[in-house]
């Protein structure tokens, strides 16, 4: 998954939200113009027409930066005087009239506060942004979680008996990121909390007709066991045969576990007697692996 990518068409699609809804606020607000002002009085006995008004209502802008509205007005003025140099009576009521109409609203527009209504509007889409960027950086964490989970495998090119210490190995095959396993001590320390797969393979040798048991820790908590030994008890006789045999089988033990950072996960062999043992050679028959499934 790109995570640039995805960035990039999120962010794309914020801005041409934003440009509409600015542009549409702008052309519904655009083209109001000045209503026509009234002819002037006329002189003493009839007078001479006012001088026409100013442009009402014109065309409309389109989006941004349109062009000026435009429009005409018309004013006429009479007057009677009595004597000379009388004072002009009222004008007509014709010009008034048609200021008004000239300066009444066109269909589709609003006496809307443009600027208050845009800043309300990037102020809401500021609020998406920042809720889906942190929404994306937690989605990229997820991911590259999924592509760089904890992994080891770890192996042992000989036998092994000694139940006073875990199995350590000889090497590590897989260990992403290293320093996971450490191989004296055959012990796997969590670095990433998780739900993690846990297994280990080992050829066991129960002599002498005894048992081996290889036991799984963490933190000296026993989480899970394998055992190996031959049931010499006959059911059909009800008796037990005294013949004493050894038995060699590999078993594997595998779970999934809930571990912590800090945990520490090892294996011990437990066995009755003195020479069983789990065993390995070139052939690599003992191994301990590790691996992150998900988050807790």
Request: proline share 2%; net charge negative; glycine share 14%.
């Amino acid at each position: 998954v790109s995570t640039a990518l995805i960035i990039m068409r999120v962010s794309v699609c914020l801005v041409l939200t934003v440009f509409c809804l600015v542009a549409f606020i702008s052309e519904t607000s655009a083209g109001r113009g000045k209503g026509g002002k009234s002819g002037s009085v006329g002189k003493g006995g009839f007078g001479k027409g006012g001088k026409g008004g100013k442009g009402g209502f014109g065309n409309q802008s389109g989006g941004f930066g349109g062009s000026p509205s435009k429009g005409k007005g018309k004013g006429k003025g009479k007057g009677k005087g009595y004597g000379k140099g009388g004072k002009g009576g009222n004008s007509s009521e014709e010009s008034s009239e048609e200021s008004t109409e000239t300066g009444a609203p066109t269909s589709g527009s609003c006496a809307c506060d443009a600027v208050a209504i845009t800043a309300d509007v990037l102020a809401d889409v500021t609020a998406t942004i920042a809720d889906l960027t942190s929404q994306l950086t937690t989605a990229t964490a997820q991911i590259r979680e999924l592509e760089e989970p904890d992994v080891f495998s770890c192996k042992r090119m000989s036998g092994y008996s000694d139940e006073s210490a875990p199995v350590s190995y000889t090497a590590c095959d897989v260990e992403q990121p290293s320093g996971l396993v450490d191989l004296d001590s055959g012990k796997f320390t969590v670095q990433r909390d998780g739900v993690y797969r846990l297994t280990f393979t080992a050829r066991m040798s129960a002599m002498n007709g005894q048992i081996i048991r290889t036991d799984m820790f963490v933190n000296d908590v026993l989480i899970g066991r394998s055992s190996a030994n031959l049931d010499t008890f006959d059911t059909q006789t009800n008796t037990t045969s005294t013949t004493v045999l050894d038995l060699e089988t590999t078993n594997t033990l595998n779970q999934m576990y809930e571990l912590k950072a800090g945990d520490e996960v090892y294996v011990n062999v437990n066995y009755v007697g003195t020479m069983s043992l789990i065993q390995s050679s070139m052939n690599y028959q003992i191994f301990f692996t590790g691996e992150w499934i998900r988050a807790l």
